[in-house]
């Protein structure tokens, strides 16, 4: 029997099994805000990791890194947010004092840890504790659904900023799910000229459509790369892989030929060979891309507030949080884009 205040927790306690937990509501930390939950969203990485196959953390874990929420409490030391304000999670938890975190490239944290993916709390649950400096203010016109894509935009926009200038640029994005469809707003934000997307899945492609690509493309085809830069006209400037597998990789670099960047935005699953003599001779550049800073959260937030996209369109599906196994099991189906796990009044 607990006694004290409970919270119910989303708990994935081995590959595939999603469980709700109840524990006491945890203690402050000095630093550290209470997080009433409002919504979380799943994502890529969430499947992979609850499937056991995420490179760089497994089940057991508490999962929700992109989270809204109503600010509950707050611990000793706390400054710059206060009761009752809404927000939304950065959850890179950086040490602050490591070189990358010195020289303001803080997603590079040396001792990073990440909240909601092997970390011990996460944004699935009824409240959490969360470092107070991590949270952003989330602007008062913001619907929920707007606000819990301000992570996922985030990581695009990162992306974008790493490629560089994309002003005039001829852009392919492989994979349209919600990474893949917030890099094409971020890389027309970027001032891209031309964007292909290519998805195997249908309803995916009319999502790209939708959100303005020029052309989209079944990612099945023969020759995607072929059929890339047909639509294109030339080669891409730009590719950005937003599944990293292999044959996505590879049809990447046969778009980008000769000169071009290939972003690596996907969380490969396991290891990707890459023709070597290829990347040297046709000079491509291969940009690894991970999370976001501070300014492309805020970045991600400007985007969203100018209406770029209509933030209910993204959002496919909300699950209350007794029902996040459902959830889970949903972003398997290939019918999703965003799923959320909604807070659960009691
Ligand atoms: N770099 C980062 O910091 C970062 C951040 C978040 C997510 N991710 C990763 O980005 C990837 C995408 O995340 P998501 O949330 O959009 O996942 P998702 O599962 O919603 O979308 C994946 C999409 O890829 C499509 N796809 C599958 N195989 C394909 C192929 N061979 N060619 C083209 N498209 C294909 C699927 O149909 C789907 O639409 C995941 O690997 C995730 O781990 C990386
Ligand atoms: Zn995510
Ligand atoms: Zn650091």
């Known amino acids: 029997m607990l006694s004290g205040p409970t919270r119910r927790r989303v708990w994935v306690s081995a590959p595939d099994v999603v469980e709700i937990v109840t524990e006491p509501v945890p203690v402050l930390a000095p630093g550290e805000a209470l997080v009433q939950l409002s919504v979380s ?25 992109e989270v809204v929420g109503v600010v509950a409490a707050l611990g000793d ?11 939304t999670v950065e959850p890179t938890l950086i040490c602050g004092h490591c070189k990358p975190c010195r020289n303001g490239a803080e997603n590079l944290c040396e001792n990073l840890q990440f909240f909601g993916c092997g970390y011990q709390e996460g944004g699935m649950a009824d409240v959490f504790a969360v470092r107070a400096d991590r949270l952003h203010k989330i602007p008062r016109a913001f619907s929920d659904h707007q606000a819990a894509l ?26 349209a799910g919600t990474i893949g469809l917030m890099t094409l707003v971020a890389a027309r934000h970027g001032g891209a000229r031309k964007v292909v997307s290519a998805d195997p899945l249908p309803n995916k492609r009319q999502m790209a459509l939708d959100l303005g690509a020029d052309a989209v493309l079944d990612a099945a085809s023969d020759d995607l790369a072929g059929a890339v830069r047909g639509e294109l006209g030339e080669s891409a400037d730009v590719v950005f892989d937003c599944v990293s597998h292999q044959e ?3 049809s990447a670099i046969k778009m980008a030929i000769k000169g071009g960047t290939v972003a690596v935005v996907g969380g490969a699953r396991r290891p990707v060979s890459i023709e070597l003599p290829v990347l040297q001779e046709y000079q491509i550049r291969l940009q690894g891309c991970t999370t976001y800073r501070s300014e492309d959260f805020d970045d991600a937030t400007r985007i969203i507030g100018s209406g770029a996209f209509d933030a209910d369109r993204l959002v496919t599906s909300v699950f209350r949080l007794p029902k996040a196994a459902d959830a889970f099991a949903a972003i ?6 965003k799923i959320l796990v909604a807070a659960d009044p009691q």
Do not use: M, N
């Open 77 to 87: 030391g706390v400054y710059g947010v206060t009761v009752g304000d809404r927000v």
């Open 332 to 337: 398997s189906s290939g019918r999703e884009a």
């Open 248 to 250: 996505t990789l590879d």
């Open 150 to 175: 301000i992570e996922p935009l985030a990581t695009p926009v990162h992306a974008v900023r790493l490629v560089g200038d994309l002003d005039g640029k001829a852009v392919a994005i492989i994979g």
């Open 41 to 65: 969203g799943i994502c890529g990485s969430d499947k992979a990791g609850a499937h056991g196959e995420h490179f760089f953390f497994k089940p057991p874990y508490y999962p929700g890194h």
